[in-house]
């Protein structure tokens, strides 16, 4: 609880600084208070706690998640100081939205009441509609905000009809009541529509296939450093609070479920890669790229009781890696006018550690050895052979293979092209996010036990 109330303290200081002219300073405070706020929360992984009538529940889930929401910021706050270097009268704004934005994120995963859970992926969307229609002369950024918008405020609405069905069906927002009731018998017919509804409100959020035709747009559109936030931090909220409200709601998943999402699974998978492969803009690569992942993500739900450590280790990696990936794609294309793949033609000989990180984050998606993204698929495979689903297993290793064609293509053009512009200084914030955000990934992949044996 102290937590969330840090970080909402911490998004109203980025506000009254602006009134008191301290913008130099808002920045660097912010990441210095979400520091301590990370120290904070990791004190409590093994002090759980409930707070305002089990209203917010502190547990080793919500702490770790929590704490990778708070890195996954701070990276997103160091890559702001470059971005947003020429709207200076605007920058409290745009720091204080994501900082509410992980305040919604810790709420998601914090809740013990499904009222909670709403106010937190509420307060969750609007940050990310703001910030995706932000760049107001951009016609194509109004665009995205508009389109995101009118999807979000849909899947909202059916999250909502989910909850009160839910709610309906045991007459409590409470999920540990909620669980028990739902293990007796003679349940309402409306129990398990709710479920569903629920399930598809959040399958929007993941972007998973068949409602993913708003990732695309809305990715491309936005700007790069919200597309960033999107892919990363908004998306393993959206998964990691699937895993919560099902585990929470249900304790186990009937056969008919199980199968829901393994059709789900195997069709963003599919249908993601296959589009990856004719994208020539890179950030609808990474949307399409996206959707795959999050079908990938899906697989851990399979097998409920390990869900949290394998959950917590793939969307940890590849958070990291997207986070690498975008620090470089946010630099190279913010001079140009789009992110089309010919903008990094020759970048190993323009600057070498981009291309480095580049190549070694879009490696770790692919799911190659030694970093992360690959141990992170071999456990959701381990995990799913043993549910007794192998079939999904095989689906994944082919789509695995298919997706090293397309991020393949894109550090051929940075290796194998000759440079189109000349050599040009990188701001270290850049620097700083895209290495230290790839060593992070490639130290999970060597010590994969650091976060899988969180939860033992």
Known sequence: MNTLVAIVGLGIFSLIAEIFNFRKAIIPITIIGLLAILGYT???????????????????????????????????????????????TKISDFIAIKIFLLSGAVAMVSFGNLSMFFLGIETLSISLY????????NVKSNEA????????????????????????????????????????AGLPIWFPIGIAMLLIGMLF???????????PDVYEGSPAITTAT???????????TLYKLLEALNGSLSYGFEIVIVVVSILSMTVGNIMALKQSNVKRMLAFSGISHAGFMLMALLSLATAPA??????????????????????????????????FNGLGKRSPILALVLTASLISMAGIPIFAGFFGKFILFTQTYKAGYLILVIVGVINSIISVGYYFKLILAMYTQEPTDEKIAVPFAYYAVAVLAIVLNLALGIYPSFITGLFN
């Open 130 to 137: 703001i910030l995706a229609g932000s760049n107001r002369l």
């Open 310 to 343: 394998t959950l917590l280790y793939y969307t940890s990696a590849y958070a990291l890696a997207g986070i690498a990936s975008f620090a470089v794609i946010i630099f190279v294309c913010s001079t140009k006018n789009n992110e089309d793949i010919s903008n």
């Open 230 to 240: 999107m892919s990363t931090l908004a998306k393993v909220v959206a998964m990691a």
């Open 145 to 184: 905000g508009m389109k995101y918008f009118l999807m979000g405020s849909f899947a909202s609405g059916i999250l909502l009809f989910g909850i009160c069905l839910v709610y309906g069906a045991m007459g409590s927002f409470d999920v540990l009541e909620i669980r028990d009731l739902s293990q007796g």
């Open 205 to 215: 959020k993941i972007a998973a296939v068949p409602f993913h035709f708003w990732a």
């Open 42 to 88: 990791l004190l409590q992984i093994d002090s759980p706690a409930s707070f305002y009538n089990n209203m917010i529940v502190v547990d080793k889930f919500s702490v770790t998640f929590s704490s990778l929401f708070i890195v996954l910021t701070v990276f997103l706050v160091i890559l702001s100081h470059e971005v947003y270097k020429d709207h200076q």
